[in-house]
């Protein structure tokens, strides 16, 4: 049996997807590599880029 962290972050986060960062819950940032570990000194969260973002990106520059 394997019980590697690694291995089971990684499972989770195929099922899950990017998950929202537990230390900055209103921010709108997400840890696509599994579970937020910012409080341990894990990696680093992004920024939720959504379809609908490149869109009204297009239309604030007037190029829709």
Do not use: I, K, Q, W
């Not at 570990?37 to 007037?62: I, K, M, N, S, Y």
């Amino acid at each position: 049996m394997n019980t590697d962290s690694t291995t089971t972050d990684a499972r989770l986060h195929v099922v899950t997807g990017p998950l929202p960062c537990a230390a900055r819950p209103h921010s709108g940032l997400v840890h696509r590599d599994g579970p937020c570990r910012c409080f341990v000194g894990g990696p680093a969260p992004e920024h939720d880029h959504r379809p609908e973002d490149a869109l009204l990106a297009l239309a604030h520059h007037g190029a829709a």
